[in-house]
C-alpha cells in the first residue's frame, strides 16, 4: 500500500488498514466501469459518501458508528476494485469470502463490530439502492423507468438536494478522508 503497510489479501489484518490508502484507493475507482458522463468518472470514495449521507436520511437517529459503517460499505475494493453484481456472481464464492475477510479487518480497524447487524446492513443497501438509482438516472444515461426497474423508484424526498459529485481523484480522497475523521471524532 501507499502508506507502506504490507496487506495480506488472503488474511488481511487490522493493523494493515490505513485510511488513507482506503481514501486513495476508492479515489481512483470508477463505479459504472467509467462509463458515466462528465470529465471525471464517478469514484467509489464519492458514491460511499452519498450512501452515508442517504443511510443518515433513511435512519435519522443511527448511532455514529453505523453512519461509519455506511461511508465504509464498499472500503474492501480499495484493494478488489468494483464489480458488478453479475461478475461477482461469475467469479462465485471466493469473492464473497475475500469480501468478507477485507470487510471484518477494515471494520475492526475502525472500531466496529467485524460483522455488522442485519438490520443496520440492510438499512445500508437500502442507502446503496438509492445512490444506484441517483447515479443511473444522472450521470449513466438510464432513464427513470429503466433506473426504477433496476434499483427500485426512490423516495423523493430523501434525494431532494443531494448532488452527483464529479471531481479529481485528489479532491475524493480528501473529502473521503475528512468525512471519516469526522465520524471518528463523534463516537
Not at 471466493?94 to 469480501?99: A, V
Not at 427513470?144 to 480522497?173: C, H, M, S, V
Request: glycine content about 6%; hydrophobic content about 45%.
Amino acid at each position: 500500500m501507499l502508506s507502506g503497510r504490507r496487506l495480506d489479501l488472503l488474511d488481511p489484518t487490522p493493523v494493515d488498514i490505513e485510511i488513507e490508502d482506503i481514501a486513495h484507493g476508492l479515489a481512483f475507482v470508477a463505479r459504472w466501469n467509467g462509463q458515466t458522463m462528465g470529465n471525471f468518472a464517478y469514484s467509489v470514495a464519492e458514491h460511499s459518501l452519498l450512501v452515508e449521507q442517504l443511510f443518515g436520511r433513511l435512519v435519522t437517529d443511527a448511532p455514529v458508528k453505523w453512519r461509519l459503517a455506511a461511508l465504509l460499505h464498499d472500503a474492501p475494493e480499495y484493494v478488489i476494485g468494483d464489480m458488478i453484481s453479475p461478475v461477482k456472481a461469475a467469479v462465485g464464492p471466493g469473492y464473497g469470502e475475500l469480501d468478507q475477510r477485507l470487510t471484518a479487518a477494515i471494520h475492526i480497524r475502525f472500531g466496529l463490530p467485524a460483522a455488522i447487524p442485519v438490520r443496520v446492513k440492510k438499512q445500508i443497501k437500502k442507502a446503496d439502492r438509492i445512490s444506484a438509482w441517483m447515479e443511473a438516472t444522472r450521470i449513466a444515461g438510464f432513464s427513470e423507468t429503466e433506473a426504477n426497474k433496476f434499483f427500485g423508484k426512490p423516495d423523493y424526498t430523501l434525494i431532494d438536494g443531494l448532488d452527483i459529485q464529479l471531481r479529481p481523484p485528489i479532491e475524493a480522497r480528501n473529502a473521503y478522508t475528512a468525512r471519516h475523521e469526522t465520524l471518528l471524532s463523534l463516537m
